[in-house]
């Protein structure tokens, strides 16, 4: 809504400062003395606050908002007072939306057709947002707003994620945003967060078993932040992003949330579906003539399932609900803080419930350790060690996922799931919008055609805002979403959003004045191996959704030409917004080599020093599927040393170098299933030593073991065997540390805290190939870094 009594050009970011006019007196003191006032940055008069809640991985079938068993009393009271939208959609995947929510563009327009993780060189892929395209919060701020964002960032390109930056992709530093406290990566260990303020990476004091969840403790500090903005800058609107890593895996939810849900799944996943479409029908979120789509083959059945696992398949689904009602109880805390402010009639939110739709990616059966599944080792979690580990889900231990069928039941009534951009399962999430001062309706539902590209365009005209020309001397694409405005205080106003292309791993689809075209391409919980078809041959569908609601009748063979038509604006459109050419590669795009990103640490080793921390997979040397060595210059006090020296990863997978009752000690984690040992046979003399693990890979393939030898000064002194390891991850979001292990720890000879290495480390060189085992390579870090400043 554009305020015409605001005169300030706001096309042009940061405004330019005005030139002084005017008589100029030579002394202050005489009367002619006029000073312009010193004017305060800020939007247009009447700007509201604004709020942008995104939770994670939860699909249209879920919140009990929109007809799911899932109790989500808070989105329920934001709906009274405010809006339900029945066809909002999102992108498919995480990273694409969130770039797409905060940009109004589509997602590859902004370079994230897929995760940060498997960027590549390709425009529409490349992780890397273009200037021409700057983020709603930093046209908002440039415009006098107070910025801050909470909770999941998945949008920083890897090779710009650790402490040398550089930070422009950053909430805090590109991003827009004046404040940022969360995670950066595609998700976090709900209990150990590796966690930053702005850029500066924290420590969390409190531990899971003193209560602490990252949950609470990000709402806590956007509350705080709420409130210090509203008692030090009253008159100045707000913008907050907030987004929890709820409900994204893992699974983590203190027990007596998820014991609220015991018995509450026991029918299975094929009833729950039944269920909630029929409370969809009687909310009205779906129309009466709604069908129900058919459960596909690839899906098993509830009765299929071997009748031992059906408790932890009933536990995972309690544990996901009582994780859901637990997010939507901390937003609801948001709520009752705007209300405490008297702000909340002044405050535009939006409550997107899910950023895709749930998650298939937890396999067939589900897993106690998501990471098995990303690495391709999930036969390694039996049915038996799951049903072992039935009461540790959603503890501090597990880092657990729930089973496909579940995921599909939680995208009810439509077909398919996360990452399947070509049915509405993968892409249509309730939204709920509230503006007591800007909308007329409470209670009511909008059924008008919606994506995530279009929030950013629906805050500016909210604010009173032109999408602006220039930012930062930049001249500015177009933003290419369609402002929702329009229809907030008209239920019957025509749909203005009426071309949408989609996306993701070659599963594509178009939605055009109702009718869609899709195809799927992959299957979301194949995550490696898969066989696809050539993308010529993949079979299409049609379907008419001003008749057919839910794409449940197929209607391609009857409608060949309409089918074409559809076909080539398809093609069209993935011409004009940089999707070509597809690339439904994930397993080779997550090896950088092969995906053709830059990569922060180049060559074949790395020099680490004592302190260094938070490093990401993608800060540091990547040592899997081939030999390698770590070693390290201590010096060993008077009485022996003790603690981590370096370590990588979590207790769901990794490895670490530590003294251990004086001894050297290296374990490695296989995606938390095994470990495996080597111990030195006699304690460290008090000294400067350098200590050293060479690991002597098999060959032959990824994931295949190896042995680990240990080495003092250079005499070996102990040695233990790897059977296998991980190839491709161990963990989003737990990194390196050298001379401790923050988070979850690797090894279970060490705890969460009091782990430090007690002497002094003078540094660590990481080595791979030729450079790991050799004996002429076989340098101290110092001399290393000598010699590489030498070459300098």
């Not at 992003?241 to 609220?260: Q, R």
Request: charged fraction near 25%.
């Amino acid at each position: 809504m554009t305020n015409e009594n605001d005169k300030i050009n706001r096309t042009v970011l940061p405004m330019p400062s005005r030139p002084r006019t005017g008589l100029i007196t030579y002394d202050a003191k005489d009367p002619d003395t006029k000073f312009p006032p010193i004017e305060q940055l800020r939007p247009p008069k009447g700007a509201p606050n604004v709020i942008v809640i995104l939770i994670d991985d939860v699909g249209f079938g879920a919140s009990s908002a929109f007809g799911g068993p899932c109790n989500t009393p808070n989105a329920e009271r934001l709906a009274a007072r405010g809006l339900k939208y029945n066809r909002f959609h999102t992108t498919a995947l995480c990273s694409p939306t969130r770039q797409a929510l905060l940009t109004g563009r589509n997602h590859h327009s902004v370079g994230m057709g897929g995760i940060t993780e498997i960027a590549s060189g390709s425009p529409g892929y490349c992780s890397v947002l273009p200037n021409t395209m700057a983020p709603l919060a930093k046209t908002l701020k440039l415009n006098g707003y107070g910025t801050a964002q909470f909770g999941k960032c998945h949008e920083v390109p890897v090779w710009e994620t650790s402490p040398a930056g550089p930070y422009t992709a950053w909430p805090t530093g590109g991003g827009g945003f004046e404040y940022f406290y969360g995670f950066i990566g595609g998700e976090a260990h709900q209990w150990y967060p590796s966690l930053y303020e702005g850029t500066t990476p924290i420590e969390v004091k409190k531990t899971p078993e003193e209560g602490y969840h990252f949950m609470e403790d990000m709402t806590d500090k956007a509350i705080g932040w709420i409130g210090q903005q509203k008692a030090l800058m009253p008159d100045k609107p707000f913008f907050i992003y907030f987004a929890p890593g709820a409900t994204h895996a893992p699974h983590h939810v203190p027990k007596e949330w998820a014991d609220k849900y015991k018995g509450k799944f026991d029918q299975g996943w094929d009833e729950v579906r039944k269920e909630t479409f029929a409370r969809q029908k009687k909310l009205g979120v779906i129309p009466k003539d709604c069908e129900l789509t058919a459960r596909h083959e690839q899906i098993p059945s509830w009765d299929s399932m071997d009748e031992k696992m059906k408790p932890v398949l009933r536990r995972q689904m309690e544990v996901y609900a009582g994780f859901l009602e637990y997010a939507d109880h901390h937003v609801g805390r948001l709520f009752d803080t705007l209300d405490q402010l008297k702000i909340a009639d002044d405050t535009l939110i939006y409550y997107i419930i899910g950023d895709n739709g749930a998650s298939a990616e937890g396999t067939l059966i589900g897993c106690y350790n998501e990471m098995a599944n990303f690495n391709g080792l999930a036969a390694l979690e039996t049915p038996e060690f799951l049903m072992e580990r039935l009461d540790k889900l959603g503890g501090p231990e597990s880092y657990n996922h729930f089973a496909v069928g579940w995921a599909h039941a939680m995208n009810t009534p439509y077909q398919w799931t996360k990452q399947v951009a070509s049915h509405w399962g993968g892409t249509r999430n309730g939204t709920i919008v509230s503006w007591p001062t800007g909308i007329k309706a409470k209670g009511e539902i909008r059924s008008q055609f919606h994506h995530v590209i279009d929030v950013a365009p629906t805050v500016l005209e909210a604010a009173g805002l032109p999408h602006p020309v220039s930012v930062e001397g930049v001249q500015q694409a177009p933003i290419e979403g369609t402002s929702m405005v329009y229809s907030m205080n008209d239920a019957k106003a025509a749909d203005r959003h009426e071309t949408q292309y989609f996306e993701m791993f070659g599963n594509r689809g178009i939605y055009h004045k109702g009718w869609t075209a899709v195809t799927r391409h992959k299957t979301p919980w194949m995550l490696h191996g898969e066989k696809v078809p050539a993308f010529d041959d993949d079979v299409w569908e049609l379907y008419d959704t001003t008749k057919d609601w839910s794409q449940a009748k197929n209607l391609a063979k009857a409608m060949p030409d309409k089918l074409h038509e559809l076909q080539r604006l398809w093609l069209i459109e993935a011409t004009r917004y940089n999707v070509l050419p597809l690339d439904d590669r994930v397993a080779e795009r997550m090896n950088s080599d092969m995906a053709g990103r830059p990569v922060l640490i180049k060559g074949n080793t790395q020099i680490l020093f004592g302190g260094m921390g938070r490093l990401s997979e993608n800060s540091v040397l990547n040592m899997k599927n081939k030999s390698h060595s770590v070693s390290a210059e201590i010096d060993v006090p008077e009485g022996g040393a003790e603690g981590v020296i370096i370590a990588q990863g979590g207790n769901i997978g990794g490895w670490t170098l530590y003294v251990k009752d004086g001894k050297l000690k290296y374990c490695y984690n296989l995606i938390g299933v095994k470990h495996f040992f080597a111990e030195s046979k006699d304690k460290i003399p008090s000294g400067s030593h350098q200590v050293r693990m060479e690991f002597d890979y098999d060959g032959g393939g990824v994931a295949k073991g190896g042995k680990a030898n240990l080495f003092i000064d250079g005499k070996k002194v102990g040695e233990g065997r790897v059977d296998a390891t991980a190839p491709t991850v161990f963990s989003a979001d737990d990194g390196t540390d050298v001379g401790s292990d923050t988070g979850a720890p690797v090894s279970p000879d060490y705890g969460p805290r009091g782990n430090e290495f007690n002497g002094k480390i003078r540094g660590i060189q990481l080595a791979i190939g030729d450079d790991a085992n050799h004996p002429d390579h076989q340098v101290s870090p110092e001399e290393a870094l000598r010699v590489a400043m030498a070459r300098q």
